[in-house]
């Protein structure tokens, strides 16, 4: 059973758009969830994180909503770039435990 | 700055051969783990590592086995590899075993004939 879950798998809009990727998660114990991006040929590097005692997290154009009693949150790219082409992957943990990841969502911008 | 370094960052070789992953990370971090990535971008951890305890994913088969010498080196050994196990192996790297920020080298692709 997979514990993160993301969609769509994947995803393509203009530069300049919002991109919405979303994820959710099934153990309500998880506290912690990272996003991490990964390029081709890269190995995934975190992008933003938040922790469940929020329920909103900014970072310049990255943005996580989440919401806890339906445990699903989403991460939004605003004024999409052709340079934030990649794969997301998004995470979750609780109390120090490994993190599981989701199936990732490969975004691609077009100029 | 890349911080974990994975030698070779490619590897081809033949059903039943032998391979090892070499991974070095710099950040001083005291665990280390080993994740395989799947053609569809799945990631799966295979192994973790915190100061001399190895902690095996059990869905692990018996031919792949970690080997480290300091907290600083993990690297990965296959024995007799199958078709299967053609994937890129990702080393990262944490300050501690929870919930820190994991550091990835740029992985190892392997491909088996």
């Known amino acids: 059973q997979q514990q993160v879950r993301q969609s769509p798998q994947s995803l393509t809009v203009w530069e300049g758009e919002t991109a919405i990727l979303n994820c959710s998660y099934e153990?309500?114990?998880?506290?912690?969830f990272p996003w991490y991006q990964q390029f081709p040929g890269e190995g995934p590097a975190l992008l933003i994180s938040?922790?469940?005692?929020?329920n909103k997290k900014e970072d310049g154009r990255f943005t996580i909503f989440f919401n806890k009693r339906e445990k699903k949150l989403s991460l939004h790219i605003a004024d999409s770039q052709p340079g934030d082409s990649a794969t997301y992957f998004c995470?979750?943990?609780?109390?120090?435990?490994?993190?599981?990841f989701g199936g990732g969502t490969r975004l691609t911008v077009r100029p | 700055e890349t911080a974990v370094f994975q030698t070779p960052n490619y590897h081809v070789t033949q059903v039943g051969n032998e391979v090892s992953f070499n991974c070095k990370q710099t950040?001083?971090?005291?665990?280390m783990y080993w994740y395989k990535q799947d053609s569809k971008k799945l990631l799966k951890i295979m192994f973790s590592?915190?100061?001399?305890?190895?902690?095996v994913n059990e869905t692990v088969p018996r031919r792949f086995s970690p080997q480290s010498s300091d907290k600083a080196h993990l690297n990965l050994r296959i024995k007799s590899v199958e078709p299967e196990d053609s994937a890129v192996y990702l080393c990262?790297?944490?300050?501690?075993?929870?919930?820190?920020?994991?550091?990835f080298g740029s992985g190892t692709r392997l491909t088996v004939l």
């Open positions: 995470a979750a943990s609780n109390a120090g435990a490994k993190l599981t």
């Open positions: 590592y915190n100061n001399k305890q190895l902690i």
């Open positions: 990262a790297s944490s300050d501690w075993g929870g919930a820190e920020t994991l550091y």
């Open positions: 153990n309500s114990a998880f506290d912690y």
């Open positions: 938040i922790l469940s005692v929020s």
């Open positions: 950040l001083g971090h005291d665990t």
